[in-house]
């Protein structure tokens, strides 16, 4: 019968255990190292882009942005990123040996 590892493909396997972390500062080194870019980036954008028009469109719309809306807007987006970074580095992490 064949290991579980044998039916994943190698390029897959190679990314994987290259996002592998045991501590949180690890999985953090890994984000701003980023390891996690291409596909963070691309959900956070998405995202982002979804919030912000729901959030502030009224504000960009009508001329009354300021620094607040600006930080807002800001958050719209690193929001996602971090979160869609943790959801791909979760399931890497690798146990503490105790």
């Known amino acids: 019968?064949?290991?579980?590892?044998?039916?994943?493909?190698?390029?897959?396997?190679e990314t994987?255990?290259?996002?592998?972390?045991?501590?949180?500062?690890?999985?953090?080194r890994l984000i701003f190292a980023g390891r996690t870019l291409p596909a963070a980036a691309q959900i956070a954008g998405i995202v982002g882009l979804l919030l912000v028009v729901i959030n502030q469109g009224g504000a960009?719309?009508?001329?009354?942005?300021?620094?607040?809306?600006?930080?807002?807007t800001a958050l719209n987006f690193a929001v996602p990123f971090f979160v869609a970074s943790c959801g791909m580095l979760a399931p890497q992490r690798v146990p503490r040996d105790r």
């Open 60 to 72: 960009y719309t009508s001329g009354n942005v300021d620094a607040t809306t600006a930080g807002r």
């Open 16 to 28: 994987s255990s290259s996002l592998a972390w045991r501590s949180p500062r690890e999985a953090l």
């Open 1 to 13: 019968m064949p290991d579980a590892r044998d039916l994943v493909p190698t390029h897959v396997q």
